[in-house]
């Protein structure tokens, strides 16, 4: 099975927004409602910043927003911040109890 | 506060078994609102999402890698255990264990552990 498609890097200065994408098929991204994106630190365990496409946990600021369309998912970062600075990664569900995470965004806050 | 905490051998030899454990506490593995996920991290690249587990012992594994994995749950430590056979250099990663919301329309990792580095070398 083949890993979500995101792109490598993205960038941004503060203040400004930037959206990351993540790319699957109608068998995963585009068939289900369960994306998912979490945030990295270097060193650090992954942090859940999304779920269920567009929902955001207790805690994570409203900067951060989710949405999809067709089979490509987007995780926005509005109001850029330095502490945004990270590697962002999507997952969704696969059907058939398989889940797929994408192969990561390196986010640089310029 | 949940914390879930892995450990297990840091190194491995190539074609035998890795195993880890995961210890939750501040809740319980027999919740019957979760699963328990394994996922990795080789150095240097992307998430891979290994197998969850679910109190009962029904287990989900990644196509990729299902024929090498095995999982299994302790209610009685609050554990849960991964074990990944014949492992090559290609195995070497850093291991995290997860909460796995997979009840109902809920699928992701709301809990990690900080994740432990296995190496696999002779």
């Known amino acids: 099975q083949s890993a979500l498609t995101q792109p490598p890097s993205a960038s941004g200065s503060p203040g400004q927004s930037v959206t990351i994408s993540c790319t699957g098929t109608?068998?995963?991204?585009?068939?289900?409602?369960?994306v998912s994106w979490y945030q990295q630190h270097p060193g650090k365990a992954p942090k859940l910043m999304i779920y269920e496409v567009s929902r955001r946990p207790s805690g994570v600021p409203d900067r951060f927003s989710g949405s999809k369309s067709g089979n490509t998912a987007y995780l926005t970062v509005s109001r850029l911040q330095a502490e945004d600075e990270a590697d962002y990664y999507c997952n969704s569900y696969a059907g058939s109890n398989n889940l797929m995470f994408g192969g990561g965004t390196k986010l640089t806050v310029l | 506060q949940l914390q879930l905490q892995e450990s297990g051998p840091g190194l491995v030899k190539p074609s035998e078994t890795l195993s880890l454990t995961c210890t939750v506490s501040g809740g319980s593995v027999s919740s019957r609102s979760y699963y328990w996920g394994w996922i990795r991290q080789p150095p240097g690249k992307g998430l891979e999402w290994i197998g969850s587990?679910?109190?009962?012992?029904?287990?989900h594994y990644n196509p990729s890698l299902k024929s090498r994995v095995t999982m299994s749950v302790d209610t009685s430590k609050n554990q849960f255990s991964l074990k990944l056979s014949s492992v090559t250099a290609a195995d070497t990663a850093v291991y995290y264990c997860?909460?796995?919301?997979?009840?109902?329309?809920?699928?992701?990792?709301?809990?990690w552990g900080q994740g432990t580095l296995v190496t696999v070398s002779s």
């Open positions: 997860a909460r796995h919301h997979s009840i109902g329309p809920d699928q992701y990792f709301d809990y």
């Open positions: 587990i679910y109190y009962s012992g029904t287990t």
């Open positions: 109608s068998s995963d991204v585009g068939g289900y409602n369960y």
